[in-house]
């Protein structure tokens, strides 16, 4: 990292520090109190660069095809153990875990009110919540197969995606392209 601090700095003729100029032979000499953006994008976890590693976190939702419950705990995991290595790391973390709660909770809804559904049909009045029951169930399927797939897309181009439909219990941060982490709601993504 410090090389390509030193790569960058060399390429400009001088650096601005707080209205202040400094040449590259005064800048050398700095201490290190100088506040550079990291460079994830060179960062290795697992042996994976940062974006794969980004795109393995969403993706790892679907461990639910191979054990229940695991494509819950998976991205918690992945996210957890490797949050502070890096901010793009915890800021797709915290996207997937907004979304795995929404889903938690819209599963939830849904299935009373499909419970709800079925104990009035049996007065012959279930009938008309069935179907919109059953469609918003569709669509819930539909969503979380297809969002994960989505924010790998995207995480794996360097892209910060926010689920639609999602609830947000944790703030997100999205890094801006200089790598400084903006709050999400004055970002343009």
């Given at each position: 990292?410090?090389f390509g601090v030193v790569g960058q700095l060399v390429t400009?003729?001088?650096?601005?520090?707080?209205?202040?100029?400094?040449?590259?032979?005064?800048?050398?000499?700095?201490?290190?109190?100088?506040?550079?953006?990291?460079?994830?994008?060179?960062?290795?976890?697992?042996?994976?660069?940062?974006?794969?590693?980004?795109?393995?976190?969403?993706?790892?939702?679907?461990?639910?095809a191979i054990c229940p419950g695991l494509g819950l705990i998976?991205?918690?995991?992945?996210?957890?153990?490797?949050?502070?290595?890096?901010?793009?790391?915890?800021?797709?973390?915290?996207?997937?875990?907004?979304?795995?709660?929404?889903?938690?909770?819209?599963?939830?809804?849904?299935?009373?009110?499909?419970?709800?559904?079925?104990?009035?049909?049996?007065?012959?009045?279930?009938?008309?919540?069935?179907?919109?029951?059953?469609?918003?169930?569709?669509?819930?399927?539909?969503?979380?197969?297809?969002?994960?797939?989505?924010?790998?897309?995207?995480?794996?181009?360097?892209?910060?995606?926010?689920?639609?439909?999602?609830?947000?219990?944790?703030?997100?941060?999205?890094?801006?392209?200089?790598?400084?982490?903006?709050?999400?709601?004055?970002?343009?993504?």
């Amino acid at each position: 990292m410090f090389f390509g601090v030193v790569g960058q700095l060399v390429t400009a003729a001088h650096v601005s520090r707080k209205g202040k100029i400094f040449s590259i032979k005064e800048v050398m000499t700095m201490s290190n109190d100088v506040q550079t953006p990291p460079d994830d994008h060179s960062l290795q976890i697992w042996g994976m660069n940062l974006n794969t590693y980004c795109m393995l976190l969403h993706l790892s939702q679907f461990c639910q095809a191979i054990c229940p419950g695991l494509g819950l705990i998976a991205p918690i995991v992945l996210w957890v153990v490797n949050k502070d290595k890096s901010a793009l790391v915890d800021t797709h973390g915290k996207v997937i875990l907004n979304w795995i709660i929404s889903l938690v909770i819209y599963t939830t809804v849904l299935g009373l009110m499909m419970f709800t559904s079925l104990l009035l049909t049996a007065v012959f009045i279930g009938f008309v919540l069935i179907i919109p029951v059953t469609l918003a169930g569709l669509a819930l399927v539909a969503a979380a197969m297809a969002f994960p797939i989505v924010g790998a897309i995207k995480a794996n181009e360097g892209i910060v995606w926010l689920y639609p439909l999602c609830i947000p219990f944790f703030k997100v941060d999205l890094p801006d392209p200089s790598g400084n982490v903006v709050p999400a709601n004055t970002s343009t993504f």
